[in-house]
């Protein structure tokens, strides 16, 4: 019988003792674990050490970077890439445990993830994302991305049944604040990019963008907690073009359109 594949986890934090503990204990059997830590301010490290994780701290540099040093930092090929908000569901646990043990057979698997929707977890029905996040780094790393950065792999991929949960939609007003800073740091990645119709993209998409969120993806399964998501979730894609175009506007008008003495407007943001 072969050697059962070592594991690695990697995590990166800031001030997430609220979620971190059941974020490792779902993980503790793991070979190493490696928390790269964005300087917090709370227990996320007091934590950490009750798990005996490799610690290192680093000012954070942005997700996709910030992800990849936690990675440089690993010591097995094999790494299983979770945010401090996650944990493993047992049947997950016991899945790639199973796995490790038989010998992967791709050089990637994507995982589901189960939301929490705000008071409640989302319904099994409902259609999850499937995120790459059990990956093999010698096929690749991670990408930089300003925001949604995630593993890129070279080679083979396939999925696990599996569900991982996911412990960030805390509340109605934890879910804006993070819609208004994602959106935010999109932009300056849009702006590297040809864009065209941006007003009719503000107009058009967020209604499709609501539909597809409850009808196509059955967030009508989660009642009014499955409504407010995809009403949220339709606001962030308006969002993301309406920065967008508030940059371009005052790209072109400067302070024109504003009375001749009045105070400086500020930059457009792109951070």
């Known amino acids: 019988m072969a050697d059962r594949t070592r594991l690695s986890v990697i995590v ?15 993980v503790r059997w793991a070979d190493e674990i490696v928390v790269l830590d964005s300087l917090s301010s709370d227990d996320t490290l007091v934590i950490a050490r009750s798990y005996n994780a490799c610690i290192k701290q680093h000012p954070f540099m942005g997700y996709g970077p910030q992800k990849q040093m936690a990675l440089e930092l690993t010591s097995n090929d094999w790494v299983l890439l979770l945010d401090a908000d996650e944990a493993l569901s047992p049947g997950l646990q016991n899945e790639v445990r199973r796995l490790l043990q038989d010998g992967p057979l791709v050089d990637g698997y994507e995982i589901p993830r189960q939301e929490q929707l705000f008071w409640r977890m989302c ?12 990956f093999d780094k010698r096929r690749g790393g991670i990408d930089d991305m300003p925001i949604h950065a995630a ?12 569900l991982l949960y996911h412990f960030g939609e805390t509340d109605v007003h934890a879910k804006v604040e993070k819609i208004n800073a994602y959106s ?88």
């Open 12 to 26: 990166t934090t800031y001030n997430n003792d609220r979620t971190l503990r059941a974020c490792l204990e779902s």
């Open 184 to 271: 935010t740091g999109l932009v300056k990645e849009k702006l590297k990019k040809e864009r065209w119709g941006i007003p009719l993209i503000m107009i058009f998409y967020p209604p499709f963008f609501f539909l597809r969120s409850y009808f196509f993806k059955r967030n009508f399964l989660n009642g009014w907690a499955g409504f407010i998501n995809s009403v949220v979730a339709a606001f962030y894609v308006f969002l993301k073009y309406a920065k967008l175009y508030e940059h371009d506007q005052f790209a072109k008008h400067g302070t024109r359109l504003f009375p001749e003495g009045a105070p400086p407007v500020p930059a457009a943001r792109q951070d």
């Open 151 to 162: 593993p890129k792999v070279q080679g083979r991929i396939g999925r696990l049944k599996s």
């Open 123 to 134: 319904h099994p029905a409902t259609r999850m994302n499937h995120f790459l996040r059990l």
